[in-house]
């Protein structure tokens, strides 16, 4: 029997100004859940798949994948890479699918271990409109309608903030105009994650943003939920028993006993805790491995753990360490400690420690990026490396990972306000942060020890930006802790991890995730008002160690000349095939880079060097005058004199009456040092050595 053909439903609404388009049954219909959501004339496809059993009997972990997958040709491009085809994803798309991933993955029901992969495609781009939302809408879209169990819909939005207004759905040129640009992705009663880069932007600004972001997700959850009633399929059941796993949590309380109290009392560190942990998760082990298996044992232990540190926080208002919730650990700072970097800058806050690396080289080192969005090369640069060791692990070094990309972006949008703009600053800026030891949020650790790197490089940044981490722990009974400055214990087992970096005058970058649905708006307020204070605190801190740029940059640094010439000229510099500019950096070991509005940038360490490829530019690409001085080769003998080349492509006549004592002995090839004595109506340049030697 043929296969009928299926017949597409959509659903439509107004978000803003904006009209959004959620389309299924067209595209890709043997997946569980497919939708095409639309925004302008930007389209992406969005599946959803569930294998038909879980992955292994004994993984306690929802394997979730998000690839998000950008394709060339929906901005009419063919692939820049040497295939000519799409590879692995660029950093655009890794941090979109971190988005999609972060908003879903906490509303799936415990106990399923199903393979899920949902894929994220770009079939249109207007490079007006990001896809990242789209993709994020249509994976809570996709989900919905599928028979893959989720606690859903959620949805998404990006607002910026420009003027003194709040737009949707921003245009890329409305974003990067604005002051504050975030994603917000939540359901009808709570927030679920928010990513934010801004310009030192108010606590006020970011509160109300969060806000009317929520509104505009209603609205998009009202038309998920139309779509669904339409077309969703029965949800597939989880088996999760969960009152057999409250018989376990009770009898791992009484194989505990008082174990954790006597150990929390001790306000242990980070060692202490561990071996502490350890020795009572053998215990327990050794006590039920009979009867119980290991996943289901490691699951209690985990209740019976966070039971214990979450009710000492709220309870008696103690972290496990021994600090009051506001309390920041102990900080040093140092920087210069590599002699042969541009700039370094060492943050230590108590297990954690960062070391940032600053570079600069010449505008021609800028990252080109093969991307569907308007962006094709990207100035600064941060890389953010957490190698094995810096947990005490031993394991295989890789290629940075999703984790990796996505904490080394979050410092970007932290840095990037504060650098100064490529007309004042002509240097490409590459920031490495090694994560050497770690005990919570390297990322700002990393944004501190940018920051430091920076200003010990001598790069004239607006301010200083510092970043801390915040947690919340929540109870049953609406009571709740704020924490600042959380260690890796608290982020696992909190119900939020909120990061905040910015300047003394605001915020620039802002990343949450929340696992409760009881952050309030009068919550999240507190929150940032007790990370501007602990922001504040780590600033202060840092300017002891360094609070403005230095005078002058490393002697291993490059030297940068910004120079301007006509963009006529622009063909003169770089000669037939690239020849003469060629010539120029082959000579003088310098880079040269020339952008398309005539703008030269010469780089070097050698100062003559530098100087003499200056001149040689600007030998090429100046107006010739009365009086210029050039040092040019004879390129023909006449009986009457002899043309001498001052520039590619412009040669003078030196006459023999104006060689002086060299007119019996010149030749072709020969250099000679000249003056131009005239210009005449033609154009035509007549020059003189004996006006400059005085020869007779």
């Not at 420009?162 to 992705?185: D, K, R």
């Not at 770690?438 to 650790?445: E, I």
């Amino acid at each position: 029997m043929a296969t009928e053909l299926s017949n597409p439903v959509s659903v439509t609404s107004q978000i803003g100004d904006r009209t959004l388009t959620v389309e299924t049954g067209r595209l890709a219909n043997q997946a569980h859940g497919s939708v095409t959501v639309t925004l302008g004339e930007t389209i992406v496809l969005v599946t959803a798949v569930m294998s038909s059993r879980p992955r292994a009997e004994d993984i306690d972990f929802l394997p979730l994948t998000v690839d998000y997958e950008e394709r060339m040709y929906s901005v009419g491009k063919i692939p820049g890479s040497f295939f000519r085809r799409e590879g692995r994803p660029g950093q655009d798309g890794i941090l979109a699918s971190r988005l999609t991933d972060r908003s879903i993955r906490p509303l799936f029901p415990k106990g399923l271990h199903n393979d899920i992969q949902i894929t994220l495609t770009i079939l249109s781009s207007d490079q007006q409109n990001p896809p990242e939302i789209l993709g994020m809408i249509g994976a809570s879209a996709a989900i919905s309608i599928s028979q893959i169990p989720f606690n859903g819909p959620i949805a998404s939005c990006r607002i910026a903030y420009l003027n003194g207004e709040y737009i949707l759905h921003p245009t890329y040129a409305q974003s990067a105009e604005s002051t504050l640009s975030m994603v917000v992705s939540s359901s009808r009663d709570a927030i679920l994650m928010v990513e934010a880069g801004a310009n030192e932007v108010s606590e006020e600004v970011i509160v109300e943003a969060i806000g009317k972001a929520q509104e505009a997700n209603s609205a998009t959850i009202d038309l998920i939920e139309d779509l669904t009633t339409k077309v969703g399929k029965p949800k597939a059941e989880v088996e999760y028993d969960y009152a057999a796993a409250a018989a376990l949590v009770a009898k791992i309380k009484d194989i505990v006993g008082s174990r954790w109290e006597d150990l929390l009392s001790k306000n242990p560190g980070m060692y202490e805790m561990d071996d502490g942990e350890h020795e009572i998760s053998a215990l327990v082990t050794e006590a039920l491995k009979d009867d119980y298996s290991k996943n289901a044992i490691g699951d209690g232990f985990k209740a019976v753990f966070r039971e214990a540190v979450r009710g000492r926080i709220l309870q008696q208002h103690v972290r496990s360490d021994g600090r009051a919730m506001d309390q920041v650990r102990p900080i040093s700072c140092d920087t210069g400690i590599l002699p042969r970097t541009h700039g370094t800058g060492l943050f230590t806050r108590g297990e954690t420690q960062v070391l940032s690396i600053v570079t600069v080289g010449s505008l021609s080192l800028k990252q080109t990026i093969d991307s569907v969005g308007p962006d094709n090369t990207r100035r600064f640069m941060h890389h953010y490396n957490f190698p094995s060791y810096s947990t005490g692990e031993a394991r295989r070094a890789m290629s940075p990972g999703r984790r990796e990309i996505g904490h080394g972006a979050l410092a970007e949008r932290a840095i990037s306000p504060v650098l100064p703009s490529e007309d004042d600053f002509p240097y490409a800026i590459r920031i490495v942060s090694e994560c050497l030891s770690s005990n919570g949020s390297t990322s700002m650790g990393s944004v501190c020890g940018s920051s430091l790197s920076l200003m010990d490089a001598g790069i004239p940044i607006k301010a200083p930006v510092a970043g801390i981490a915040m947690g919340l722990i929540t109870g049953d009974d609406g009571e709740y802790a704020i924490l600042s400055d959380i260690q890796g214990i608290e982020d696992f087992l909190g119900d939020m991890d909120f990061k905040v970096a910015g300047t003394s005058a605001g915020v620039n970058a802002l990343q949450m995730d929340v696992k409760t649905t009881h952050l309030t708006p009068a919550i999240l307020k507190e929150a940032l008002e007790q990370a501007r204070q602990g922001r504040m605190h780590i600033m202060g801190k840092m300017n002891e160690a360094i609070s403005e740029a230095r005078g002058q940059m490393s002697e291993h640094a490059p030297k940068m000349i910004r120079l301007k010439i006509e963009v006529s000229k622009i063909g003169t510099l770089i000669g037939p095939g690239g020849r003469v500019i060629r010539a120029i950096i082959e000579e003088t070991g310098t880079s040269i880079n020339v952008e398309d509005d005539g703008s030269v940038t010469i780089g070097g360490v050698d100062a003559a060097m530098l100087e003499l490829a200056r001149s040689k530019v600007d030998a090429l690409t100046r107006e010739l005058q009365i009086g210029d001085i050039f040092t040019g080769k004879v390129v023909r003998l006449t009986n009457f004199g002899a043309f001498v080349e001052l520039v590619p492509g412009k040669d003078g006549l030196i006459r023999n009456g104006d060689l002086g004592d060299m007119e019996e002995d010149l030749a072709e090839g020969q250099e000679l040092t000249v003056i131009i004595r005239e210009i005449d109506a033609q154009g035509r340049v007549n020059l003189s050595r004996k006006a400059l030697f005085g020869d007779d």
